[in-house]
């Protein structure tokens, strides 16, 4: 058996983005399918599942991505093999096109599991991970929300979300290979004008992204100031270890 979940997208999407985010989950799916039908290994599936839709400027990773409070993007990935528990992450990346790629390279490549700002820029460099300017990331969708916000005041991202105002489009993917095992990877431009240097559950290994082979995986997808509180992620992954593997009862 093989299998695939993908997520982008919770809150409240916009009407007008809706079709949108329905095509870009459903591409990331077909990425992440081909290359498990070919009897690809399902680290390779979430990567090439997230990586579209951080390519695709309808979500909230990657180009696309929230603008922080000082107007820039910041970004945050992980990305965990279930056969080994190694893991990769990056957070608050601005030079990098694909920070799960990056992610990736992180786990396989250094001694680390998760480089920050500068440090993972410079990784990336070293290790031939494509960069871009961090202009290059601001699409102008989100820079006129960014000056939506700024003019409205609503500098707190917690008031934003209370008021139902604001989408948060969080990708992540999960899969299980032709030869049982398990991968997990999660990528994000965290909050809409977020204080810089937030840094959000997704590139926290055992928060917004888990992953086992001997239980299951999880990328989850929300608001990371309360995610991070439960550690949700290797949480749901516990649970189901006492509920017999049933993720929905988890
Ligand atoms: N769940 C994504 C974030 O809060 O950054």
């Known amino acids: 058996m093989i299998s695939l979940v993908v997520h982008g997208g919770a809150w409240d999407i916009p009407d007008s983005l ?3 985010h329905r095509a870009g989950v ?3 799916l077909q990425v992440g399918w081909s290359v498990l039908k070919r009897g690809g290994s399902a680290i390779d599936a979430v990567e090439s599942a997230v990586a579209a839709m951080e390519d695709n400027e309808t979500f909230d990773a990657g180009k696309g991505s929230f603008i922080n409070a000082v107007g820039e993007v910041e970004l945050d990935a992980s990305i965990m093999d279930g056969r080994t528990l190694r893991a990769g992450a990056v957070a608050a990346v601005q030079n990098v096109r694909n920070p799960i790629t990056l992610a990736r390279k992180i786990m396989e490549e250094s001694e680390h599991v998760l480089l920050v700002g500068m ?4 990784f990336a460099k070293e290790h031939k991970v494509p ?3 961090p202009d290059f990331l601001v699409t102008a969708r ?3 929300r960014w000056r939506d916000i ?3 005041a609503r ?4 008031d934003a979300f209370r008021h139902g105002r604001l989408p948060s489009d969080t990708v992540g993917a999960v899969a299980l290979d032709r030869s049982g095992s398990i991968a997990s990877a999660t990528s994000t431009g965290g909050t809409p004008n977020k204080y810089p240097g937030r840094v959000g559950d997704s590139p926290l290994i055992g928060c917004g992204t888990y992953a086992d082979n001997e239980t299951g995986g999880v990328s989850a997808t ?3 100031e309360s995610i991070i509180k439960v550690v949700l992620a290797k949480r749901v992954i516990d649970l189901m270890e006492v509920n017999g593997g049933d993720p929905d009862a988890a």
């Open 131 to 133: 960069t871009c300017s």
């Open 155 to 158: 500098f707190s991202t917690v």
């Open 142 to 144: 989100e820079l006129e």
């Open 222 to 224: 929300g608001w990371g």
């Open 119 to 122: 440090g993972a820029t410079r």
């Open 26 to 28: 459903q591409g990331a």
């Open 18 to 20: 809706l079709a949108a």
């Open 150 to 152: 700024q003019s409205a």
